[in-house]
């Protein structure tokens, strides 16, 4: 039978893959709460997998900051310090206000187009209230940014930060809605200065962005 050659391959996730996967969402939108303990053998019967995935995704998890493994003990998930998220906002803040002003020397009418759509799908999520989608169209418009720049450090770099924060920015996303469009109005106003070719001002404007949860740090945790 002829093959056909105009098709996308599909993706298929191991079993450590989408253990790893549930177990983040989880951990993020708290089902499991900060400070929870773990048990793997429950854990996988849940998720349909053996023991095996849950172990591995244990050690995944740890390196990204989301759990605390204690060997022959326990492992829970790890609590949000205030002092913790500050120490992530700052180098993340600076990278992303880097990446900005660079992206705007490197800006097309294409990449506009595209941070509009992702904008428009963000605000989507966000009046549905699906935060955990709309969290990942944010980060899908920051991380769109962060290619445009060119800088593969920068990239590097903020993405490791954003998996440490990711558990506050959710937090931060089922504040009431009108704070979270204000989000969605960010985003169109970084637009505007990258397609102005405005560097400083899409820094500054990227900075304002990522420094607004924390003026609800205190409220919140």
């Known amino acids: ?77 790890t609590t949000l310090a205030k002092e913790d998220i500050l120490k992530l906002y700052a180098p993340l803040t600076a990278l992303q206000a880097l990446a900005a ?40 418009f920051h991380e769109t940014i962060l290619q445009i720049a060119n800088n593969q450090h920068i990239l590097t770099f903020c993405s490791s930060l954003q998996l440490h924060i990711r558990r506050y920015k959710y937090i931060f996303f089922k504040r009431p809605s009108w704070e979270t469009h204000t989000a969605a109005a960010d985003h169109e106003y970084i637009i505007q200065a990258l397609e102005a070719r405005n560097g400083e001002e899409a820094s500054r404007l990227m900075k304002l962005n990522l420094n607004r949860p924390l003026e609800h740090l205190d409220k919140i945790l």
């Open 1 to 77: 039978m002829p093959i056909p050659t105009d098709y996308s391959t599909p993706v298929r996730l191991s079993a450590k893959e989408r253990t790893l996967s549930q177990l983040q969402k989880w951990i993020i939108d708290g089902t499991l709460q900060p400070g929870e303990k773990l048990n793997d053998s429950e854990l996988a019967e849940a998720l349909g997998v053996s023991r095996t995935p849950i172990r591995e995704a244990f050690q995944l998890l740890e390196v990204q900051g989301l759990i605390q493994m204690f060997p022959g003990k326990e492992t829970r998930v």
């Open 101 to 140: 002003e660079l992206a705007a020397d490197n800006i097309q009418p294409e990449h506009i187009e595209q941070l509009r759509a992702i904008n428009a799908s963000f605000n989507e999520k966000v009046s549905e209230e699906q935060l955990y989608e709309a969290m990942e169209y944010d980060e899908e």
